[in-house]
């Protein structure tokens, strides 16, 4: 049977502090961010998702971004080198616990810089947004990874947003949803559906047709409803100020290990 674990980690007392690359600095309410927190773990949990808490990193404001520091598949385990030097800090209590969890861990090195948010798996593809935090070492050295275990990886330009997944992601079918202004081509995705609110671009897989997504995206929510996918709602409205969505704060672990 195959297991359904996320990743979660505590957001920093510092959150107000993190980083803002494509949009204009808002104030961050810290107290409402701790309580959408809660509430985004608690919803992974009423959905059948074991959550795991990696050690919480007090000294670094982006933190609770989880996703950012490891992407995983199957029990392989890359631990990342973020592509801002303020982050490469997140990734060290993020090994540890991929590695007491069983995963074999594989770490970016060098010169590669890679975030967790930039890579988009959808079946045997993985699309990996080519930007501001993510280069070309750190390209290649995911796919020597992955290649050879039978997964295509597709490089993706990307400009106009902070990661790949703050413009696409999947939904259980294979398709690619995205908000079409903030996307540098969407025909590097064969099958891709447009959707009115950039909010609404992203979605968290959670099992039977249910699909995590943020609540400010009512339009898109009712799209994907028409399309018989179940939108379960939550509220990040103090995270997408720091381009934050519902992928960026859990690492979702399908594997059997």
């Known amino acids: 049977m195959t297991t359904r674990r996320a990743l979660v980690r505590r957001p920093s007392p510092r959150l107000a502090e993190g980083l803002v690359t494509h949009i204009e600095r808002q104030p961050v309410d810290t107290a409402k961010a701790f309580a959408q927190w809660d509430d985004y773990v608690r919803t992974l949990q009423a959905h059948g998702w074991e959550t795991i808490e990696v050690p919480a990193a007090p000294d670094c404001p982006d933190s609770a971004f989880v996703e950012d520091a490891v992407v995983a598949w199957g029990d392989l385990a890359l631990v990342t080198r973020p592509g801002d030097d303020t982050r490469k800090p997140e990734t060290i209590e993020a090994e540890r616990t991929v590695s007491a969890l069983g995963f074999q861990v594989h770490n970016i090195t060098g010169e590669g810089t890679l975030d967790g948010g930039d890579v988009l798996k959808v079946k045997d593809i993985f699309y990996v947004g080519r930007g501001g935090r993510t280069n070309a070492e750190g390209v290649r050295q995911l796919r020597a990874l992955f290649a050879p275990l039978g997964i295509q990886v597709v490089a993706v330009p990307l400009t106009k947003v902070l990661h790949l997944k703050s413009a696409v992601t999947a939904l259980p079918d294979g398709s690619i949803i995205g908000y079409v202004p903030v996307i540098d081509d969407p025909a590097f995705f064969p099958r891709f559906i447009e959707v009115p609110e950039e909010s609404g671009a992203h979605v968290v897989d959670l099992g039977e047709g249910r699909l995590l ?31 934050g969505c519902v992928t960026c704060l859990s690492v979702r672990l399908r594997g059997a290990v």
């Not at 943020?214 to 994907?224: E, G, H, T, V």
């Not at 996918?229 to 409205?237: E, M």
Request: hydrophobic content about 45%; overall charge negative; glycine content about 4%.
């Open 213 to 243: 997504m943020a609540a400010d995206a009512p339009k898109s929510a009712a799209l994907l409803e028409s399309l018989g996918y179940q939108p379960v709602l939550v509220d990040i409205s103090e995270y997408e100020k720091l381009e």
